[in-house]
Antibody, heavy 115, light 107 residues
Framework: EVQLVETGGGLVQPGKSLKLTCATSGFTFSNAWMHWVRQSPEKQLEWVAQIKAKSNNYATYYAESVKGRFTISRDDSKSSVYLQMNSLKEEDTAIYYC??????WGQGVMVTVSS | DIQMTQTPSSMPASLGERVTISCRASQGISNYLNWYQQKPDGTIKPLIYYTSNLQSGVPSRFSGSGSGTDYSLTISSLEPEDFAMYYCQQYDSSPLTFGSGTKLEIK
C-alpha cells in the first residue's frame, strides 16, 4: 500500500523557518518524481515545488511565489522528501501536501505563519 | 501561467442527480487535465487523468471529457459519498495550476 505522511508543520512567526518531511512507503521512491502542493485557507490549491529522480539529476522546480525561499530535497535511502521553508510570510499559511505525481497524496500538514 | 476557471463554485444537488462541473483553461492544454476530489477531512483523491481516463478504483458514474480549452467532469447519478470538493488541474505546462474548486452540496 502506498503511503505518504507529512510532518513538521506548526505555528511560526514571519521571517522564521520550518522544515516539512514527507515519509513514503509502498513504492519505488528512488524513481519517483515528487511534489509539494499547498492549500490556502480559502481552499485554493497551489503547486509549490517538484523534485525529479536521480536519473534526472534531482532537478528541482519552484513556484515563483516561493522561489529563493523554499528548497525541496530528497533522501532516497529514507524514501523521504523535504521542504525547507525560509523567510516565511503570512501568505505561506496553508495545508501542505506531498504527492507522487498527483496519483497519491499525503494527508497534509498545517503551517501557520503569524506573529 | 495557465489560468484555470472552474464553474460553478458551488452546486446544490440531489441524490441520483446528474451533475457537470466545467473547467476552462486560459490557453489550450492538449487534454493534459486531471480531476481531483477532496473530502471534508482534507483527503485528496485523484479521479481522472488526461481528460477522460478513470483512476483505478473510481466508480464508472464519473466521467471526463473536453478538448482544447474546455473540459468537464460529469457524475451520472450522485451517491452520498460524492458530496465533496472537486478540482481540475492542468499539467500541459509549468507551473501546474488548479481550478478554484467546486463544492458539491446536498440540496
Amino acid at each position: 500500500e502506498v503511503q505518504l505522511v507529512e510532518t513538521g508543520g506548526g505555528l511560526v512567526q514571519p521571517g522564521k523557518s520550518l522544515k516539512l518531511t514527507c515519509a513514503t512507503s509502498g513504492f519505488t521512491f528512488s524513481n519517483a518524481w515528487m511534489h509539494w502542493v499547498r492549500q490556502s485557507p480559502e481552499k485554493q490549491l497551489e503547486w509549490v515545488a517538484q523534485i525529479k529522480a536521480k536519473s534526472n539529476n534531482y532537478a528541482t522546480y519552484y513556484a515563483e511565489s516561493v522561489k529563493g525561499r523554499f528548497t525541496i530535497s530528497r533522501d532516497d535511502s529514507k524514501s523521504s522528501v523535504y521542504l525547507q521553508m525560509n523567510s516565511l510570510k503570512e501568505e505561506d499559511t496553508a495545508i501542505y501536501y506531498c504527492t507522487w505525481e498527483g496519483d497519491y497524496w499525503g494527508q497534509g500538514v498545517m503551517v501557520t505563519v503569524s506573529s | 501561467d495557465i489560468q484555470m476557471t472552474q464553474t460553478p463554485s458551488s452546486m446544490p444537488a440531489s441524490l441520483g442527480e446528474r451533475v457537470t462541473i466545467s473547467c476552462r483553461a486560459s490557453q489550450g492544454i492538449s487534454n493534459y487535465l486531471n480531476w481531483y476530489q477532496q473530502k471534508p477531512d482534507g483527503t485528496i483523491k485523484p479521479l481522472i487523468y488526461y481528460t477522460s481516463n478513470l483512476q483505478s478504483g473510481v466508480p464508472s458514474r464519473f466521467s471526463g471529457s473536453g478538448s482544447g480549452t474546455d473540459y468537464s467532469l460529469t457524475i451520472s447519478s450522485l451517491e452520498p459519498e460524492d458530496f465533496a470538493m472537486y478540482y481540475c488541474q492542468q499539467y500541459d505546462s509549468s507551473p501546474l495550476t488548479f481550478g478554484s474548486g467546486t463544492k458539491l452540496e446536498i440540496k
